[in-house]
């Protein structure tokens, strides 16, 4: 054979397999549905083999809001060879979460997250056992408290960063800064050590980098998504970068465990109420055959990368909104500097004084949520309003959607944090208006850890200083464009220049 045709007929195999598992799995579908009560929700029309791809652009939590508005609040599409349902709307979201939450608690996964066996070992996708274990080592209460002074720490010292910046005169870049804030405080939290820094020339900085590359790696649309024949090709390289990403932080992990072990080895002191890779090494060697190494540093990473990107975006759009609209940045101003007084800090116990503060946080979770698509799985055929969901069907609940329905809230594009003044509303799950974090057994474990740390955050930026925006950009004119990945981030990153009230002590 003339190997120039070689290209050629691997190209004419491809389609010729494609077109033989698109009819193979219609008529598996036929088959299913047609001996099962109820019919698929109503969608838009999509195209042979690609089905809906394509119409989803590069926002699809924007154009699957505007498909909901011609085909209600649960609709189909067909993206490759994957069946989709889409929720949009509370009540059905709390039909999908709460009715059906047994029968729609899996979840599928990326194809870079396939890189190192992740998804067999990840507290975001399977383990209900490991959901278990970072709430009750990590994430109680009695956890978060004994945290509660590294928080304060690693607060203070970007207060000191940024009051650097407002010496100078310079913009500091709000999402690098609030990031390696969120970073350094699980990473003291689990190591007792920063593993990010503001400076860009320090080593640290790779690690930190890399966490960042993999998140950007995993949020990406991959064809090995959408067509799962294809996934061993890994036609756009997502898994391998994906691999030595991890590679990377599983290397540094490593060197954490096996230093730890050694100390552990040479010391009779009990593991540390504060640092919790201790607790986690003491876990393993009580029950290694449900938590092994492996299942350690594979949650490590969950911790690292969920742990940090929620809150940096975050922090970056409530800045945002709060600069286009500096009448509500003086109002939650003037409540933080009333409570706090002139020479003081702020402090976890001040925030529950500080409504305003926390409606803005509640605000901007609406507007902008950092998973604008909740994704669930169909384990079992299940009835929402009446449509079939078929089993092993992909669902998502679109947040972003949510947020900005106008049947749902008054003057849903307008940033009103006084709205939460008014009406008593939960961002940890159970009004199903404002779901965040998620809703169910599958909801962010982080939920308290991820608020003490934003409103603290907040309040701190807040008191401390006044904010501009450099070379005379007028807010009304900022970017608000939105970048799709895991988390929803601003296209372009919010540079502000600090300014240090005079009645404020330095």
Same mark, same amino acid.
């Given at each position: 054979?003339?190997?120039?045709?070689?290209?050629?007929?691997?190209?004419?195999?491809?389609?010729?397999? &494609?077109?033989?598992?698109?009819?193979?799995?219609?008529?598996?579908?036929?088959?299913? &549905?047609?001996?099962?009560?109820?019919?698929? *929700? *109503?969608?838009?029309?999509?195209?042979?083999?690609?089905?809906?791809?394509?119409?989803?652009?590069?926002?699809?939590?924007?154009?699957?809001? %505007?498909?909901?508005?011609?085909?209600?609040?649960?609709?189909?599409?067909?993206?490759?060879?994957?069946?989709?349902?889409?929720?949009?709307?509370?009540?059905?979201?709390?039909?999908?979460?709460?009715?059906?939450?047994?029968?729609?608690?899996?979840?599928?996964?990326?194809?870079?997250?396939?890189?190192?066996?992740?998804?067999?070992?990840?507290?975001? +996708?399977?383990?209900?056992?490991?959901?278990?274990?970072?709430?009750?080592?990590?994430?109680?209460?009695?956890?978060?408290?004994?945290?509660?002074?590294?928080?304060?720490?690693?607060?203070?010292?970007?207060?000191?960063?940024?009051?650097?910046?407002?010496?100078?005169?310079?913009?500091?870049?709000?999402?690098?800064?609030?990031?390696?804030?969120?970073?350094?405080?699980?990473?003291?939290?689990?190591?007792?050590?920063?593993?990010?820094?503001?400076?860009?020339?320090?080593?640290?900085?790779?690690?930190?980098?890399?966490?960042?590359?993999?998140?950007?790696?995993?949020? =990406?649309?991959?064809?090995?998504?959408?067509?799962?024949?294809?996934?061993?090709?890994?036609?756009?390289?997502?898994?391998?970068?994906?691999?030595?990403?991890?590679? &990377?932080?599983?290397?540094?992990?490593?060197?954490?465990?096996?230093? #730890?072990?050694?100390?552990?080895?040479?010391?009779?002191?009990?593991?540390?109420?504060?640092?919790?890779?201790?607790?986690?090494?003491?876990?393993?060697?009580?029950?290694?055959?449900?938590?092994?190494?492996?299942?350690?540093?594979?949650?490590?990473?969950?911790?690292?990368?969920?742990?940090?990107?929620?809150?940096?975006?975050?922090?970056? +759009?409530?800045?945002?909104?709060?600069?286009?609209?500096?009448?509500?940045? %003086?109002?939650?101003?003037?409540?933080?500097?009333?409570?706090?007084?002139?020479?003081?800090?702020?402090?976890?116990?001040?925030?529950?004084?500080?409504?305003?503060?926390?409606?803005?946080?509640?605000?901007?979770?609406?507007?902008?949520?950092?998973? *604008?698509?909740?994704?669930?799985?169909?384990?079992?055929?299940?009835?929402?309003?009446?449509?079939?969901?078929?089993?092993?069907?992909?669902?998502?609940?679109?947040?972003?959607?949510?947020?900005?329905?106008?049947?749902? +809230?008054?003057?849903?594009?307008?940033?009103?944090?006084?709205?939460?003044?008014?009406?008593?509303?939960?961002?940890?799950?159970?009004?199903?208006?404002?779901?965040?974090?998620?809703?169910?057994? #599958?909801?962010?474990?982080?939920?308290?850890?991820?608020?003490?740390?934003?409103?603290?955050?907040?309040?701190?930026?807040?008191?401390?200083?006044? +904010? /501009?925006?450099?070379?005379? %950009?007028?807010?009304?004119?900022?970017?608000?464009?939105?970048?799709?990945?895991? &988390?929803?981030? =601003?296209? /372009?990153?919010?540079?502000?220049?600090?300014?240090?009230?005079?009645?404020?002590?330095?």
């Amino acid at each position: 054979m003339d190997p120039s045709l070689i290209p050629t007929m691997t190209l004419v195999l491809c389609f010729l397999l &494609t077109f033989f598992f698109f009819f193979l799995s219609t008529a598996k579908t036929r088959r299913r &549905t047609g001996s099962v009560r109820g019919s698929l *929700p *109503p969608g838009p029309p999509g195209l042979p083999l690609v089905g809906n791809i394509f119409q989803l652009g590069f926002n699809p939590h924007r154009s699957l809001a %505007v498909f909901s508005k011609t085909y209600g609040p649960i609709m189909s599409l067909k993206l490759g060879r994957l069946n989709a349902v889409v929720i949009s709307s509370p009540e059905a979201a709390k039909e999908a979460l709460k009715t059906h939450d047994h029968d729609l608690s899996a979840r599928t996964f990326n194809d870079p997250i396939r890189a190192f066996d992740h998804h067999k070992h990840s507290v975001v +996708w399977i383990l209900p056992f490991l959901r278990k274990t970072i709430v009750k080592n990590l994430l109680s209460p009695q956890k978060l408290d004994a945290v509660q002074a590294i928080r304060t720490k690693k607060v203070e010292e970007l207060v000191s960063l940024v009051n650097k910046y407002c010496e100078r005169g310079e913009a500091i870049d709000m999402a690098r800064a609030s990031f390696v804030t969120a970073f350094n405080i699980i990473s003291n939290a689990l190591f007792s050590v920063d593993l990010a820094t503001y400076d860009s020339n320090s080593s640290s900085c790779e690690f930190h980098d890399t966490v960042v590359h993999l998140m950007e790696i995993s949020g =990406k649309p991959n064809a090995g998504d959408y067509f799962r024949f294809l996934r061993f090709l890994d036609l756009q390289g997502s898994r391998k970068e994906a691999a030595l990403c991890i590679e &990377t932080l599983f290397r540094v992990f490593q060197e954490f465990i096996d230093a #730890r072990m050694v100390a552990k080895r040479f010391s009779q002191t009990e593991a540390s109420s504060i640092d919790m890779l201790d607790s986690l090494l003491d876990l393993t060697q009580q029950n290694e055959e449900e938590f092994s190494m492996n299942d350690m540093k594979h949650l490590l990473l969950d911790l690292f990368v969920a742990g940090t990107d929620t809150n940096s975006s975050t922090m970056e +759009w409530a800045m945002t909104e709060l600069i286009r609209n500096p009448e509500k940045m %003086v109002k939650a101003q003037s409540e933080i500097r009333q409570v706090i007084g002139e020479n003081g800090a702020v402090q976890e116990s001040d925030i529950p004084r500080l409504p305003y503060l926390q409606a803005i946080v509640k605000e901007t979770l609406r507007l902008h949520p950092p998973a *604008p698509l909740i994704p669930r799985k169909s384990e079992s055929d299940v009835q929402i309003f009446g449509f079939l969901v078929p089993k092993h069907t992909q669902v998502f609940v679109n947040v972003w959607a949510m947020g900005r329905d106008s049947s749902v +809230w008054e003057n849903p594009m307008t940033f009103e944090p006084e709205r939460f003044l008014v009406r008593e509303i939960d961002v940890k799950g159970k009004d199903f208006k404002l779901i965040p974090f998620g809703s169910g057994r #599958r909801m962010c474990p982080g939920i308290s850890m991820a608020l003490k740390t934003m409103c603290m955050v907040l309040a701190s930026l807040l008191y401390c200083f006044d +904010w /501009k925006l450099q070379n005379g %950009v007028v807010p009304q004119n900022m970017d608000m464009s939105e970048v799709f990945g895991l &988390t929803l981030h =601003k296209a /372009k990153s919010l540079y502000v220049v600090p300014i240090r009230k005079p009645t404020i002590s330095s």
